[in-house]
């Protein structure tokens, strides 16, 4: 299970018994986050930092376990910052600064300079602040008593996203061909995506996965279509054109499991050796928490990665979609969201169905294809572009609804969803900010997620809800934000 380390800060001017219990005090604060925390993640405490060279020898562990996904630091008294220093700079790990306290009152009656000594957060959580700001580190800061519920909750988000951050740095896009081409926002710098998030990008022809799939078993076969008669409803009498997708399936798994890539990329343009495009392959990988970027966009396949490992364990679905069209309609406003085939079954708000159905474009054989109607209820729309010297996220409030009319003759996956704060400013604010048709939707994260993710990885953001106003859009036209 993945770990956090605890390291709180004192210094040995007060004396043994205070750094006795400083030790105590904060061996009882990890026990009780530990118990709350258990489905989420494990903490740790390492020794008390009572000067600089502890301090480096705790920082050094948090570095090397590749359990440890991030530490979270707290000053119960005084610790004079210039300690923390030549720590804080071998920290490559998501930092919490935690400002709480071992008491949560104030001991009116008894409180003496001890007390005050021994607890003074107040004053060494402020000295710390300072460093970090001047260090110029990225962290998170979430202030109040640790046992109330806001604070626990808080932490766990931070153990959430430092996790996402975890799989981000250990994240291999597999590039199956190049990007579509043409298409301006699926590419980018591959450099600075490694530089930036971890992110991996590797180049293989569609040839691998077509020999793979050749050479997969029947009993092999079997076994995937087994799987997808436990979860989908067989609507098509077409069952070659389904085992085909299960050869793929079969075949991209032995492929990531042999190169260790975590997600990947297609594209219908490039499917040399292949009778479809994968459909039905990827809808079902992608429920299984599978990166997967279409048309090459290997942006998209390592963050909605990112964002499926930041939702797990949440009520909601997460993961890739595109914008396809709208419904303009005065007082109906809505988007319909879909893609050619790859839709993740996440999104199914019943049991989907296997259909097989023509392509129009790419000139391969009548793909097998999941098809369903979207979950419902409040979400995110995020996405991340490349803009030459900087990443931006973009990220949008949005209202999953259900269709308002049936749509029989159309073959595909879909949700639909309403903007905000309305049509006309949520989705010019989305086009103002140079956001992508390509995106990840989510039912189980909220913008502070987002926010929180964006901070740690020192990501530029824009945030789009009902807060967002046709002035300040206006402003992003501006030069400055161009
Ligand atoms: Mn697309």
Not at 7 to 36: H, P, R, W
Request: glycine share 8%.
């Amino acid at each position: 299970m993945s770990k956090l380390y605890f390291i709180v800060g004192s210094q040995d001017l007060y004396g043994e018994e205070c750094l006795k219990q400083v030790a105590a005090d904060t061996q009882e604060m990890v026990d009780f986050l530990n118990e709350k925390l258990a489905d989420t993640i494990t903490i740790e405490l390492l020794p008390t930092v009572e000067t600089s060279r502890i301090c480096v020898e705790d920082m050094k562990k948090v570095v090397v376990d590749d359990d440890c996904v991030g530490v979270i630091t707290w000053m119960h008294t005084f610790s004079p910052a210039k300690m923390w220093i030549k720590g804080l700079q071998l920290l490559n790990k998501p930092l919490l600064h935690l400002h709480t306290q071992a008491n949560e009152a104030l001991p009116y009656s008894e409180i003496d300079m001890d007390f005050m000594n021994l607890n003074q957060a107040a004053h060494g959580d402020r000295e710390y602040g300072f460093i970090l700001s001047r260090l110029g580190i990225a962290h998170e800061v979430v202030a109040g008593f640790y046992k109330h519920e806001d604070v626990i909750a808080r932490i766990r988000q931070f153990a959430q996203v430092a996790k996402a951050i975890d799989s981000s740095r250990n994240t291999l896009v597999a590039t199956f061909g190049n990007n579509m081409r043409d298409v301006a926002v699926t590419d980018g710098n591959r450099l600075g995506c490694e530089i930036k998030y971890g992110w991996e990008i590797k180049y293989w022809g569609i040839g691998e996965i077509a020999d793979l799939a050749d050479a997969a078993s029947e009993a092999e076969i079997d076994a995937k279509m087994a799987e997808y008669e436990s979860k989908y409803t067989m609507a098509t009498d077409n069952i070659e054109a389904v085992r085909e997708q299960a050869r793929y399936e079969v075949a991209i798994e032995k492929f990531m499991e042999k190169t260790g890539a975590t997600s990947f990329t297609d594209t219908f343009q490039d499917l040399h050796g292949m009778k479809q495009l994968p459909g039905l392959a990827a809808q079902n990988l992608m429920a299984k928490g599978v990166g997967f970027g279409p048309e090459g966009d290997y942006k998209i396949s390592a963050f909605s990665q990112v964002l499926m490992k930041m939702a797990e364990g949440r009520e909601g679905a997460t993961g890739f979609i595109e914008d396809y069209t709208y419904d303009m309609v005065p007082g109906r406003e809505l988007e319909l969201a879909s893609h050619m085939l790859e839709v993740p079954a996440s999104f199914a708000a019943g049991k989907p169905e296997i259909q097989v159905h023509p392509l129009g474009i790419g000139g391969k054989a009548d793909p097998a294809r999941l098809v369903f109607d979207g979950v419902t209820g409040d979400g995110i729309q995020v996405t991340l572009v490349d803009l030459g010297d900087h990443f931006r996220i973009i990220c949008a409030d949005i209202e999953l609804v259900e269709q308002p009319e049936v749509m029989p003759k159309l073959p595909v996956a879909r949700v639909m969803y309403r903007h905000k704060p309305n049509f006309a400013i949520g989705t010019a604010a989305w086009c103002y900010a140079g956001g992508a048709h390509h995106s990840v939707v989510s039912t189980a994260l909220n913008r502070s997620d987002i926010i929180l993710f964006a901070k740690l990885t020192g990501t530029e953001l824009i945030t789009i809800g009902d807060d967002t106003t046709q002035e300040e859009i206006d402003r992003w036209g501006l030069p400055q934000m161009r």
